[in-house]
């Protein structure tokens, strides 16, 4: 077996992977909103959508994510390597400012 046999299958389940820009920015928190992500908070402190996160993604703004959908719906994942503890589900969650809980 390859040493990143074991990757391939979660790259797979993603439609795009952008390339992050040199000053690209971290996902630090998962925003929530009755356990659902509705954005994330970034390592400049920022808080954005999810919307604006898949966006930003794109650009390049965003590193070590990747773009996948379910249901219609893009978000972001983490990019498949041997650290679960840098994986955005295993980020602390942070309540939405916008959201009713």
Avoid: C, F
């Amino acid at each position: 077996m390859e040493p990143n046999a074991n990757h391939a299958l979660p790259l797979q389940a993603l439609q795009e992977i952008p390339e992050a820009t040199a000053d690209a920015k971290k996902i630090t928190a998962l925003v929530k909103d009755s356990g659902k992500i509705t954005g994330y908070q970034l390592s400049d402190g920022s808080i954005i959508t999810r919307e604006q996160g898949v966006e930003l993604a794109r650009q390049g703004q965003i590193a070590d994510v990747g773009i996948a959908t379910k249901k219609g719906t893009e978000y972001l994942k983490s990019l498949p390597d041997d650290d679960e503890g840098n994986n955005l589900g295993n980020l602390p969650s942070i309540p939405d400012p916008n959201g009713d809980g």
